[in-house]
């Protein structure tokens, strides 16, 4: 089979929701996640969840035992919310 050329290939007849992604990220973008990811499923996380994976991996990084409320006010997170995180790391540990 003749291997395809992007070029020639117009955004609005790819199917679903490769379409989409071409249309609002680029047809490279698109022609990029077919080469590398065609076939898998991929999950995309929420904002809101790359934001509190974030926080924690600084609260966890950062804590020192002593910092809660510098960790909790950098953050824009309570002091019990440092504390659960921690703690929580710390009954996995165990």
């Not at 089979?1 to 609005?12: E, Q, T």
């Not at 996380?45 to 910092?67: A, C, Q």
């Not at 953050?75 to 710390?90: K, M």
Request: aromatic share 8%; net charge negative.
């Amino acid at each position: 089979m003749k291997s395809l050329n992007w070029d020639d290939v117009d955004p609005a007849r790819l199917p679903g929701d490769l379409r989409e992604i071409a249309c609002d990220c680029g047809l490279d973008v698109a022609q990029y996640l077919v080469e590398m990811w065609g076939g898998a499923m991929i999950y995309v996380p929420t904002l809101r969840t790359l934001k509190k994976e974030y926080r924690d991996h600084v609260i966890l990084e950062e804590f020192d035992g002593s910092n809660v409320g510098a960790l909790a006010s950098k953050l824009g997170v309570s002091r019990r919310y440092v504390q659960q995180v921690v703690r929580s790391q710390n009954a996995s540990e165990e």
